[in-house]
């Protein structure tokens, strides 16, 4: 029988889909959202196929003006479906200077890793506190525990989705709904291609102590936290000791290594 519905965006690749996987291995139905709807039809047709679950999907782009609205109503009304569980997984990133980098691509980061997952979450948090019933899983980054010279915005709103996902955690908590941030290091993804940062340390896997991650025990240690009601989730035991030495170094210290990595 299925537990129930789970929404997550940014779905068609990465951790996004292996998210997905492991909500649908869980017997949860899922709602994939994503812009490429050819990836999105196969995603669907092999988690039927697989898990025996009931699979739908919803073609935005969540960077254009009103998308998040409209991904709301085509969900609860076109589909009539109850979210109970939301992935907020969509995101991008931008290597280089800050002032170099084009004005657009940051706005569109922000858009993407700041303003969606906000309002995603008050448009269906809203309705899992009424119910007094629901799980909202933000997915941040270990880049959110400090600065990121030449990754400045992405690192910027990574720790803004850390900050805010910890505070409805608590907000939500009495209302019998969990918010949990996930914290991955690198992930072996589309992302680094996107983010045009292949050719840094962190980006091309060699940053030393810092190694790639595979997605599907990003996704299996994002689901286990979240269903044991965990605030913050960081896969791995390296990056849960590189969060932790990361606060307790100088700032000064920290600014400078992300900076040797993403350089």
């Given amino acids: 029988m299925s537990h129930g519905t789970v929404l997550v965006t940014g779905a068609s690749a990465g951790i996004g889909r292996a998210l997905t996987d492991q909500f649908a291995a869980n017997g949860w139905d899922p709602v994939l959202v994503a812009r490429r709807e050819e990836r999105l039809a196969s995603a669907c047709e092999e988690l039927e196929a697989a898990f025996g679950v009931d699979a739908d999907y919803v073609v935005q782009d969540l960077a254009v003006d009103g998308a998040c609205d409209a991904l709301y109503g ?16 969509v995101g ?14 940051d706005l569109q980061q922000l858009q993407l890793n700041v303003v969606v997952p906000s309002h ?3 448009l269906f948090g809203r309705d899992m506190k009424q119910r007094g019933d629901g799980y909202v899983l933000n997915v941040a980054s270990s880049a959110a525990f400090q600065p990121g010279p030449y990754m400045a915005v992405y690192y910027a709103s990574k720790a803004y989705l850390l900050s805010f996902s910890e505070a409805l955690h608590e907000e939500l908590k009495p209302h019998g709904v969990t918010v949990t941030a996930l914290c991955p290091g690198p992930v072996e993804t589309e992302f680094q291609e996107r983010a045009e940062n292949t050719d840094t340390p962190i980006g091309g896997g060699r940053g030393g102590f810092v190694s790639f991650q595979q997605a599907d025990e990003v996704a299996e240690a994002g689901y286990d936290g979240l269903m044991d009601g965990k605030a913050v989730v960081i896969p791995g035991l390296d990056y849960k000791l590189l969060a932790k ?3 307790v170094l100088p700032r000064s210290v920290t600014r400078r290594l992300a900076a040797q990595l993403n350089h």
């Fill in 74 to 89: 085509t969900v609860t009304e076109e589909l009539g479906r109850e979210v109970d569980i939301l992935v907020n997984n």
């Fill in 92 to 105: 991008v990133g931008t290597q280089g200077e800050y002032v170099d980098v084009e004005a657009e691509r």
């Fill in 245 to 247: 030495l990361t606060g």
């Fill in 120 to 122: 995603l979450a008050k």
